[in-house]
């Protein structure tokens, strides 16, 4: 049997429309999010405890965050520790009660309606200790249906097929303890289909993955839990590669607030982004250098390039693409050999970072 096989007979539970498309904004988000605000008890030391034991100080750990997300979507939440991730994907899955503000699932309140709302989303946490590693893969599975409540009858062919569906059928013999990394993630994402869920959270999936791994666990989740498993997910993420190659759109929060939200490539426009790098022959670099400030652009570094003999210069161009082909004619027009002009990509890091400063400005 095929995965895709396995996916589809598993595809009875609540799934988005089948003529809808990923990211209609004209679909009904699946997961509303509107305004919500959550506050903890600041951590104290003993010491500051037994000299002011009656005072209390909170932390707004959520400050108004409104977000829908549509039926389908890879949808990524950036931004720092301590920005509120965690705490609102522990409001979704009704773990956490918020102070103010609403959050549905599937039209389901989290705060009204939670056992509804735990039909329909399985939070992942990237935790492998909530395995049983002296069972095996099947075993685990068939352990958890119990207590999903499939029927008695049902559950080893549940199991198997879960386990054809995120391809480890031929390791379900085996302890968990003798897994891989990505072999458990991706058990934990078998053990979440269980319930056929409509929303997967997924917190820092690939945290404990090797590079290749890792890689191969994000084509995974793409083609089999988006793709054909039709189930929307919620990713946390501080991995680039998972947030752009991923995620249909982004929202980054900031100390508890949404300061930015759409694709990858929106963002970096919002941010501000437009930077250069030119290759130029090393021995007109100095004639390159006069021309970039006759036109007033910069600042610009400038590094050997990777081929012997010409040297990189890079740096923002506030014009964009034509600018930066204006800058290009002038080079050439003047002499100076071109043999690469590219666009530099934003990393994660930077793209968190100017959206945090331009959020405060």
């Not at 917190?203 to 890792?214: F, G, H, I, Q, Y």
Request: glycine letters at 8%; proline letters at 6%.
């Amino acid at each position: 049997m095929s995965q895709a096989m396995a996916l589809g007979s598993l595809a009875d539970g609540p799934r988005p429309d089948a003529g809808a498309s990923r990211g209609d904004p004209a679909h009904k988000p699946i997961v509303h999010v509107d305004g919500l605000v959550k506050t903890f008890p600041l951590r104290r030391s003993w010491a500051d405890t037994l000299r002011r034991p009656f005072h209390r100080e909170q932390v707004e750990v959520l400050r108004g965050v409104t977000l829908d997300v549509r039926q389908g979507e890879f949808f990524g939440l950036l931004g720092p520790n301590g920005a509120g991730k965690t705490t609102l994907f522990k409001i979704l899955a009704t773990l956490v009660l918020p102070d103010a503000g609403t959050a549905d699932v599937g039209g389901r309140s989290v705060l009204a309606e939670p056992a509804a709302v735990r039909g329909m989303l399985t939070p992942v946490i990237a935790d492998e200790r909530s395995l049983y590693w002296r069972l095996s893969g099947l075993q685990n599975l068939e352990l958890y249906a119990a207590l999903y409540d499939v029927d008695t009858l049902e559950r080893e062919r549940t199991a198997g097929r879960l386990l054809e569906a995120v391809g480890l059928s031929h390791a379900g013999s085996r302890m968990v303890g003798t897994y891989s990394s990505g072999m458990k993630q991706r058990l934990l994402i078998a053990r979440a289909l269980l319930s056929r869920p409509a929303v997967l959270l997924l917190d820092e999936p690939t945290r404990s993955l090797d590079p290749v791994s890792a890689r191969d666990f994000r084509r995974f989740l793409r083609e089999e839990i988006i793709d054909r498993q039709g189930c929307t997910v919620l990713l946390a993420t501080h991995d680039a590669e998972e947030a752009f190659e991923l995620c249909d759109r982004l929202a980054v929060l900031d100390r508890g607030a949404v300061i930015a939200q759409g694709s990858a490539a929106e963002l970096a426009v919002v941010a501000g982004e437009n930077r250069y790098r030119i290759s130029v022959a090393a021995d007109r670099s100095e004639d390159a250098r006069r021309i970039i400030q006759a036109a007033g652009l910069g600042p610009f570094t400038e590094r050997p390039a990777p081929e012997p003999g010409w040297r990189e210069i890079e740096g923002a161009i506030p014009g964009g693409m034509p600018a930066c082909a204006d800058l290009t004619r002038r080079l050439v027009a003047d002499g100076v050999p071109v043999s690469e002009v590219s666009r530099v990509a934003l990393s994660l890091a930077d793209l968190i970072e100017r959206l945090v400063a331009r959020a405060a400005a």
